[in-house]
């Protein structure tokens, strides 16, 4: 699935990070990136948990 931060919106708090370390991590810049790209399927259900658990509604996750 693809997986996407948006910069401007990120404030860099981690709880992504945290969730599903595996496919997001806080960059030098200090907000998120992703680091599967495209992400597995695996993760589904933990990139959801992201998506719904970020206080700034920065992620975004399609098929
Ligand atoms: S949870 Fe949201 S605001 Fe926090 S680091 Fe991740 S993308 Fe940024």
Do not use: H, W
Not at 24 to 38: Q, S
């Amino acid at each position: 699935m693809k997986v996407n931060v948006d910069p401007d919106a990120c404030m860099g708090c981690g709880v992504c990070e945290t969730i599903v370390p595996e496919v997001f991590l806080i960059g030098d810049e200090g907000y998120a990136v992703t680091l599967l790209v495209p992400a597995p399927e695996q993760y589904r259900d933990l990139i959801q948990q992201a998506v719904d658990e970020c206080p700034e509604e920065a992620i975004s996750a399609e098929e």
